[in-house]
Structure formats: structure tokens, C-alpha cells
């Protein structure tokens, strides 16, 4: 942790007093702390308190220094903000972008990773509200430090314990470890459907909303790498501090892709490319009438495939969704397509496009088999990323 700088940020709930103890842990490890207080914190512990553990100044009002800017300056000067501990109301503000305090003005501002802590009554960390607010935070890549059961405050036992001091500072060195392990690489990610056109108007598309390769661009941002995002058609917006070129049909994302995968240390194909397109596209928006349509398809260029010939990039990966035998699908696509690895998500019923959460199986071509689980689709990527991560080791 030596020269680490740290954001503690402390709302008001009983555990306050352990975040004193975590700010001299952080500072005993050499890390430089600041530390912004709720009102409502000041009430269960006082500013003095951190003030003399970190020998710095404690912030506890937007107003105190107003010249200085506060919440801008403090998450621009730290690597990571942790709020220890994070009660309801804090969860329930930063889920809907409330900033009436230092605390909640400054992270909203903070372009860092932050770490949550919940710590509460079992009542109120398992009222729906509160397991919506932190599954939101959780899938805009907030960072939460699940709660322990254990004795709490209202003398019962229950869930809402604030984790240990031990599992904080693991925590931490797990999102610093990760901040720095893609630093040097470039990736590229290509996500969203196509838009395959037969007139001006109309096309043949898919339900893809690029969720997913939006959510590992930003993943990869955040470990440092040097990210381009080619981004389909969808209503989502790209991540902040990732370049973004847009595509719309399969031949313009092919050749985007062989112009950003040159010199690239690993390309991820999370794009759900159409596999056929019209034949021909009328100039003119065909008319409506009472007989059947015939549109001849033909095959669009395989992307995939293309920058894999193309050896640009020293790791492929690529998507497979597939509604039936899976496994075999996947492996057998792997294998025709000449890739590192491959990313199984299985779309049977319609799961998987659009929805938040997902189920991933990453198949390597070494034959191993890393099941990521389910969960949203921000924890996904951070999943598959740690597991393709030692496919980058010992590449120049
Ligand atoms: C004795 C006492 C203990 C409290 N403990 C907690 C707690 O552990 N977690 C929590 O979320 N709220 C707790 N609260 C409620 C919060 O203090 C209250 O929601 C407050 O508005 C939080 O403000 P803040 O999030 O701006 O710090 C407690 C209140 C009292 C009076």
C-alpha cells in the first residue's frame, strides 16, 4: 500500500468507529488517506478522530473551502474511494445520483473505482429497496464488500455485520492489483448487433445491445489497458476513457476491426454480427403491398475469421451464443476459426441479449474449461477478463 492514496469516505451508521480502525490499518501500510465525512457520521464518530490517524485534514462539508472545489479535487487526487461504512441512505443516493453532501457530490464525481461496504440492520439491508440499490451499483461497477452475519448492534444476530477489516483491505488490494494488470496492453472490443440494410429504412438486425462487450471495454479501461471500442447500433452509451468508433453493418466493422486489431495484445469479439444480408438494397423504400416479400441473403464476410488471418492481434476471443449443444458448438467454432478462446452464452429462450444478468463458460484452447457462473453482466467481465489474463503473460 505504500504511497497508495485513498479515499475514505464514512457515512453515519453504527459501524463508523471501524472505519477509524481501517484509516490507521491503511495509514500503518503506508497509504496517504483522506477522509470525507456525512453529517450524519459526525454524530457517531468525530473528525478529530481521523484527522489525528491520518495527519491530514478531514473533509465534512462542500462549504468549508469552497475555493478549493473539494469534491472535485479529492477523487481527482485519489486511486480509489471506499465508503466504510455505507449505510442505506448513502446506497439509496448514489444509485439515483443525489449529491447534497461532500460525500455523495464527490463520488458522483469520481472516475476511480469505488468500493462499497453496507453495513446495517438485517431488516433494512434485506428490504427489497436496498438489494435492488446495491444490485444496480453492483452492475454499474461498483465494487461492494458483501456484510457478515453476525451479532449487530440491536443486540440479534443477522446479515448487515460491516465485513471485517481483513476483507476490506483484501478488497482494496485486489482492485489496486487489478487497476494496473492490463496496463501496457491494447485491446480491442467489438459489441452490438449489425444492421444489415434491404432499403433505406429497413434492415435485418438482432436483440444484441452490446451490454456485454460494452461492460469488458470498461473493464479493461479500468485495468489500465489501452481500449478501442468498435460499438454496433445501440442506445447504450460507451464507456468513459475508451475510444469508440461506430459500425453499423458487418463490412464496416471488418474493416475497422483489421485497421484496430494491427499491434493489438488481445481482441475480444463480443459483436452479435448478422451472418446474412440482403443481396441487393433498394435505393428507394420499397412499397408496401398484399404479396410476399422475397429478399435473397447472402453471406456477410466473416469478421472473426478475417482478423485471425489478418494476425494483428496475438489473442483472439471470440462469442459463441448458441441455443443447443453448446459445448460442442463452441469448441467445434474455436477450433474452425483458429481462436485463443471462446465465450459460451447460451441464448436458449431469449436469455442472455439485453438482460443484465448472464451465465458465460469460457473454453480455452488448451482444452481447459472455466465456468464465470451467473451474475451481471459488469461482474462477467471482470470474471473473464482475470481468466484471460494469463493468456497475455510472456507475450512482448
Ligand atoms: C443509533 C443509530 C444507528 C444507525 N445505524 C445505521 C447503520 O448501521 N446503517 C445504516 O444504514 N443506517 C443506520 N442508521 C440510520 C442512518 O444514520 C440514517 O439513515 C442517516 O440519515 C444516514 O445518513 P448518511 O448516509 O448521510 O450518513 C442509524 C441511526 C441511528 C440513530
Redesign the pocket.
Known sequence: MNGARILLVV?????AYKAAALASTLVQKGAIVDVIL????ERFIAPLTFAALTARPVYCSLWDAPERIPHIRLVREAELAIVV?A????LAKLRTGIAD?LATTALLAARIPILLAP???AA?YENATTSENIAALQARGYEIVEPESGFL?EREHGVGRLASEERLLEAIQNVRARRRSLVGKRVLVTAGPSQEPFDPVRFIGNASTGATGIALADEAARRGANVTLLLGPTLLPPPHGVRTERFATAQELLELALRESRECDLTIAAAAVADWRPSEISAEKRKKSDETLHVDLERTPDVLAAIVAAGGSRCVVGFAAETNDHELHARDKMERKKLDAIVLNDVSGGAGFGLQENRLLLLLRSGERVDLGRANKRALAGRLLDALEPLLKGNP
Open positions: 457515512s453515519g451508521g453504527i459501524a456525512t453529517a450524519d457520521a461504512p449505510t442505506a441512505n448513502i453532501d453495513a446495517m440492520n433494512m448492534a
